[in-house]
């Protein structure tokens, strides 16, 4: 799954995966050592569903069911943090999934996972290439976005 994502939060989740020093001071981490509890044996992420290319995430209380809406991004970088196991619908999963290569830099993505500046140009991109079967499917996806 591919989760799209605007500078900031690549670069936060970034210094995680590169495990840059000093990161136990940084305000996340913070917090995270300030509720006792924020593990992976109280807490979960949850992906549900998707909706005009964003993924809708919730963090759930595994004691209470409580579930808090948060962006997707802000919960990669929080299952990071705390080690939160991730799950999400399978039926999301199955249209959501895209192979990657393991040398390769770049990654597919499914349609439906742009949000709609990246659609647009997505579709600019199609007609400049003139790749007009991708930039008619472009198309219809904004025409059902905007109703």
Request: proline residues 4%.
């Amino acid at each position: 799954m591919a989760i799209v994502c605007d500078g900031p939060s690549e670069y936060q989740i970034g210094i995680r995966l590169n495990k840059a020093p000093n990161l136990e001071t940084l305000l996340p981490e913070t917090l995270c050592r300030l509720v006792p509890r924020m593990d992976a044996e109280h807490y979960e992420i949850f992906f549900s569903s998707i909706n005009n290319g964003q993924y809708k995430a919730l963090l759930t209380d595994k004691a209470t069911a409580e579930a808090i809406p948060v962006r997707a991004s802000d919960a990669v970088l929080l299952s990071l943090i705390a080690r939160l196991d991730i799950f999400m619908e399978r039926h999301l999963f199955d249209v959501q999934s895209v192979s990657m290569k393991k040398d390769n830099s770049r990654m597919a993505l499914p349609v439906n996972a742009l949000d709609d500046v990246m659609l647009q140009k997505a579709l600019e991109r199609a007609i400049a290439n003139e790749n007009y079967e991708l930039a008619s499917y472009l198309r219809d996806e904004i025409r059902q976005r905007q109703g």
